[in-house]
């Protein structure tokens, strides 16, 4: 069944970046398996129910997609406990930066600085190690987004996004005070502790409708993806910008979409207007690409004036890259490509995922004006942070930023090639992601369909994910190059066939 699938598949590929190719998994992940292979009628498979159903005796178990085997998982390939053999380009949710078990990662973990890191994890904001600073500026400061070369480690993507607001809230109050030096009034140290103004001020947090920040308490209030993440839970009154509702081919709507984008704009600038006598709003927050909401795209242009409109209006700019850093776009931060000029860089760069490490980026004049403000116990974890450093050194090595770059430019006018044949015909639509690497996504007919592919997909081999409501999402890792592009395309091919 695959051998079918990798020759349809070849002849999909086009032929320049096959020659141009110069980097190979195997480089990395040299046991790496050469192909899917699915043992089992259905996946998840019968050991693979199981599992899950003793995990179900303690542990909600209904958000499980398959329960792997991660000890003979290898590179870009996940194992699940039936011994399915899944090419994996989800990555679990685009948290997997170079693939399963690299060998040069573990063999990080087998060191005594690795293992001690682990085995006596410390309290960072109180007793950092005497290592963490070279840790840091060896690792995560090396990519550091432009004109941010402040560090705030912390534990998931949503808690850096909180880290973010609660930076953006102190500095925005701290401004209107007069400075860092101007001291709290008794009255505002007494109100807060009834969470009363002036003390808790009533500011807000700007996002965009389909957007998504994370499931804790505040990141929750921002995110706009979808209803049963919030329903039942208490929620700031914060405000929502309509995000721009982009027609496909790009080519082919550009006066529609220009128009699109301007109208969005100019409500979005209207609420930062109308806010000021209501519950100002201290920061905004935007994903380079909407992704949970269903990989929504905007021009550069459009995210550039946004920037520009935030700080016109003193609000701090907060990108969300948890999902899209880390190369995924060819770009080691998909705001790059926005064209940003000095001066104009975000207050703010949130990461996570694919770094495997969390934290929050920003700038000097942001920091909190006396300790404790933004604390908690860990404040991120030792091995994770030597992890990130690791990942970090072989991503530049191996030049994957741009490998990545040049396998999405292969990935796309293969897919174009496919969805513009018969087989995709009244199935797929509005394929979308070009330029951003492997960062690819395209809607199906309806939601039903959507879930129908992403299943029939996995049991032709293939660990593929959805996000909003019928869209397909594309999230490999990395190491992801042309010997896999064929599989996914060719897998993708025959199974758009059989719907």
Known sequence: MFARSIRSSKSRLPRRAIAARYFSSLDLIPDEFSSPSVKTEKVPGPKGLAASAEIGSFQDPRTHVIVPNYEESKGNYLVDADGNVLLDVFAQISSIGLGYNVPALLELAKTDEFAKAAMNRPALGSFPPVQWAEWLKTGLLTVQPKGLDQLITTL???SANETAFKCSFMAYRQRERGGPDVPFTKEEMDSCMDNQTPGAPQLSVLSFKSGF????FGSLSATRSKAIHKVDIPAFDWPAAPFPELKYPLSEHAKENDAEEKRCLEEYEKILTES???????????????????????SNNYFRQLRLIAKKHGAFFIVDEVQTGVGATGTFWAHEKWGLKEGEEPDFVTFSKKMQAAGVFHKKETRPNAPYRNYNTWMGDPIRALQAREMIRLIKQHNLVQHTASTGSLLAD??????????????????????????????????????????????NG?????????????????????????????TTEKVLKDL
């Not at 519950?279 to 949970?292: D, Q, T, Y």
């Not at 513009?420 to 492997?438: C, H, L, Y």
């Not at 909003?468 to 592009?485: C, N, S």
Request: net charge positive.
């Open 156 to 158: 998931c993507g949503s």
């Open 213 to 216: 920040h994370g499931r804790l």
């Open 276 to 298: 000021k006598t209501t519950r100002p709003v201290a920061a905004v927050i935007i994903e380079p690409i909407l992704s949970e909401g269903g990989d929504r795209h905007a």
């Open 414 to 459: 293969s897919f174009k090639s496919v969805f513009g044949s018969s087989v995709a015909s009244g199935k797929v639509m509005n394929f979308r992601g070009e330029g951003d690497g492997t960062y690819l996504a395209w809607d199906m007919a309806t939601p039903q369909l959507r879930d129908t592919f992403v299943g029939k997909m996995r049991v």
């Open 462 to 490: 293939v660990q593929i994910g959805g996000c909003g409501e019928q869209t397909v999402r594309l999230r490999p890792m990395l190491t992801f190059g042309e010997k896999h592009a064929e599989i996914l395309v060719g």
